[in-house]
């Protein structure tokens, strides 16, 4: 969707009366500018979302296949690893077994 020569579409679809007839120039179809309008906006942003939403997933997918740190650097993973090595050597918890 380029949205190339859209304009002209838009002002021959407000001149257009019936099939078959000529347009009526000064015809006042104010709903044909914001149907227009309206419809590139929308189709538009329908589009680039779609767009970006596939080049989001195809990344993804590609960070899954790979085990997601291989795409990092060297100081990002070092990083990575004290972490895991932190969550690991958590202290456990004692419970008291109950008097009763």
Known sequence: M??????????EAKNGTEIGYIPMFNVKLE???S???F???MGNMFILNL???VIIDN???IKEELGGI???STEQRTWVEIQKLFLK???EQLLKPPED
């Open 2 to 11: 380029t949205t190339e020569g859209w304009a002209a579409v838009m002002f």
């Open 51 to 53: 767009f970006v939403g």
């Open 70 to 72: 291989k795409l990092l």
């Open 39 to 41: 419809w590139i906006v």
């Open 89 to 91: 050597n958590t202290p």
């Open 31 to 33: 709903f044909a500018y």
């Open 35 to 37: 149907y227009f309008v």
């Open 59 to 61: 990344f993804n997918m």
